[in-house]
């Protein structure tokens, strides 16, 4: 081998080494990190020992967790005080369609003490979305919420379920009707990927039409992805939690779904069982399936 095929051959080594490199580096960056987890999964634990079940999750590799009314201690005071003896955070928290009213600003304020940047809304009320052109008429009192909040320093976000995904007698998608009336600066989405999937729509697909929209998400599997009819079908509402797994255990690719993350603006994941059989088990499986991902 003369000099030059041996510099040439070096060269090459080196080159294909470098690129191992950064091929290593970018699949262990391409993780979630830190993982949150939805304290509507273990409220049962929650009930039965707080600290505890706090200390448990941090643990298990948790390091982010989202609530709501029920799932947090009586005063911002003292869910601030329990998250930081844990050593967690809780940047998201969901609040129910009539806090929108007139005591939105107080609901706001208490938050921000426990440290909250986001506030969620993960249903509209019944009567309001059954009214004629209900999604619109819901969609301006999500940019009115929207605007106090961000007056404040605060993220608003609207929170799917499946019936976002049945369409309307026009054929219309409610979700596609709230994407596209709610200004995207006031009104982020967290978007639950377990109900979107049973609502038989594509994650990726919406990320891709409406890049950045999407702040957060609900990581919730689902053991089957039931028949379109099915799900349009009343008794759905009763049948739906039959369905549901530990993360990982269940058929949503979330390999392919992550690697979409940075189109889809995603910077807190949750993750979600709505009936877990054993609440701390559902947190530990999936939180160990999820620290081992990657994409």
Known sequence: MDRRTFLGTLSGAAAAAMMSRKLTWAADEHRIDPIGIQLYTVRDALKKDYDGTLAQLVQMGYREVESGRDHDKPS????????????LTSPSYHVDWKSLGADWPKVIEANKIVGRTYLVNPWIDEE??????GWKHAADTLNRAGETAQKAGIQFAYHNHW???VPLADGKMPYDILLESCDP????MEMDLGWITVGGQDPVKYFQRYPGRFCMVHIKDVHRIPDAASVRSSRFAGEHMTILADVGTGVIDWKRIFANSGQAGIKHYFVEHDNPKDCMKTARVSCEYLQKLRF
């Not at 309001?128 to 052109?133: E, L, S």
């Not at 600066?185 to 982020?188: A, E, G, S």
């Open 76 to 87: 911002p005071k003292e869910m601030r005080a329990a998250l930081d003896r844990a050593g």
């Open 163 to 165: 019936i976002e995904f």
């Open 128 to 133: 309001v979305r059954d009214k004629p052109d």
């Open 185 to 188: 600066n006031l009104v982020k």
